[in-house]
């Protein structure tokens, strides 16, 4: 078993990590800019910390947190709290606008969207080494089927080596739901699958939530040999330049500790374009131990475009 291809090993996980952030963030973030983007008024609330539109966004929050303690009951017995208000402002740039009334996250556009990958996987080990990660990869966005939402982030490498990760989300009135999501990674011609899918969909964030947003929850495979505990802040706002386009961003950090047979954690920090429901940015570190060895993978890919093909 050569070493690039155990060094594909620890990616999928870390881009397990990141579509859950993906998911937080768009429950707030999209609610910010709702469908109304010529609210200049409305941002300008957001950016002056308006009383108002900070309680209404809480009350969301919190009416949503009780929502998702219901769905929480699922098979890993995963707690869902939700903390924080519409807090404007942070960061560099102009904060999204404050969210409309009854605004609520909405899928991406669908089609194929590409990432440049920059990041290199060391591993420790009877066949120790460090190894680049693929410099392109993909995330693939099917169309939206009510408020149904199927993607899969492709991280695998020219031999096929790598992994794939199917994440499908629930877009509802009160936030964003994860409805399932499935790791696939082939090493060495071994195929590894993980897949959770709760007895209730998981709520990932609330419709109204902002900046200053907290949440954490817990997942268990279906098979049981695979738990995570995460945890979600949505720290700031920021611009980046994408394609030279200028995006509106929020920044969100996302930790999560995993158990079973892969032992570790991950902490990404990444920008989320709530307009468009899209990471624009990855940036993750993760420290796994699995039987293959143990594994230290820094990531970060950068969106070529906002317009998928």
Known sequence: MDRRRLATFAAPLAVLLVLLALG????????????????????????????DG????GSNGADAGDGGGQGSGNA????????????SGGGSGPAPPAPTAGGAAQPAADGTYTYDTDGETTQSGPLGGTEELPKVTTLKVDPADGG???????????NGE???????????????????????????????????APAQPQLLAPTGAGVGYHTE???????????TATTIDVLSAETLTIGGESVR??????HTVVSGDVNGE???????????????????????????????TEQVSLLRSVTPS
């Open 249 to 254: 961003t929020f920044k969100v950090r996302t």
């Open 24 to 51: 937080a963030c768009g429950g707030d973030e999209t609610d910010k800019v709702s469908t109304d983007k010529t609210a200049d008024s409305d941002r300008s609330d957001a950016e002056e910390g308006d009383a």
């Open 217 to 227: 929850f817990e997942l268990t495979s279906t098979d049981g040999d695979h738990h």
């Open 162 to 196: 790598g992994g794939l990760t199917t994440t499908v989300l629930l877009f509802g009135d009160d936030g964003v739901y994860l409805e399932s999501l499935k790791t696939e990674t082939r090493v060495s011609g071994i195929n590894i699958t993980y897949e959770f």
């Open 148 to 158: 149904r939402q199927r993607s899969v982030r492709d991280t695998r490498d020219e």
């Open 266 to 296: 991950i902490t990404s920090n990444d920008n989320v374009d709530p307009e468009r429901y899209l990471i624009v940015r990855e940036d993750s570190v993760s420290d796994l131990s699995t039987a293959l060895g143990n594994f230290h």
């Open 54 to 57: 900070d309680d209404t966004a």
């Open 76 to 87: 890993s017995g995963g707690a869902t709290t939700t903390t924080g208000a519409n807090v």
